[in-house]
């Protein structure tokens, strides 16, 4: 027993001594100048277009309004989620915005009556979780879609680019 008693004390000795790496490991260490370190620079870069012309770049986005009215037009038909409706035409009002920036003044008005209209349709579907006016949304789409195509194709806005 005295043994054991002993050889306690010997050990909590030991242990409360520590040694020196376990001193340094939980010891604080001294803050550093923050003037020392170098003032980082930064150097815009410019990046080259992803467009040779407007001409391209109308293209491009008209092409994705395109493809993402069909898609909301489409999830209408397929009673897809709510959530998936209203991203569709979010996208579609964004690649508008994106062609009403590349028009001048004169067809630009003329489209944001449009971009309103899809507007007020984003509004008025968001309301109405259910898709409970179905067929006003879907041929309100359809025919936003058709004038569009019919107004704004590039062959009759060539000569309206900036």
């Known amino acids: 027993m005295k043994i054991k008693i002993i050889f306690l004390i010997f050990f909590l000795i030991f242990s409360f001594s520590g040694c020196d790496a376990f001193v340094r490991k939980f010891t604080r260490k001294p ?6 370190q ?3 620079v930064l150097v ?3 990046y080259p277009s992803l467009f040779k012309d407007k001409e391209e770049q109308y293209h491009y986005y008209f092409s994705f309004w395109q493809s993402w009215h069909t898609e909301f037009i489409n999830s209408l038909i397929e009673k897809t989620s709510h959530k998936k409706k209203i991203s569709c035409l979010s996208a579609v009002i964004n690649n508008l915005n994106i062609l009403r920036d590349l028009l001048l003044d004169e067809k630009r008005a003329d489209l944001e009556k449009y ?6 349709l984003r509004d008025k579907l968001s309301k109405d979780i259910y898709t409970t006016q179905f067929n ?3 041929n309100r789409a359809e025919t ?7 107004n ?3 062959s009759k806005i060539k000569n309206y680019l900036k």
Not at 31 to 36: H, L
Not at 144 to 150: A, F, M, P, S, V
């Open 136 to 138: 006003w949304y879907y």
């Open 44 to 46: 815009p870069e410019e």
């Open 144 to 150: 936003l879609r058709k004038n569009i195509l019919q």
């Open 152 to 154: 704004y194709s590039y």
């Open 115 to 120: 971009i309103n209209e899809l507007q007020i």
């Open 31 to 36: 803050k550093k100048n923050i003037s020392s």
């Open 38 to 40: 170098q003032e980082m």
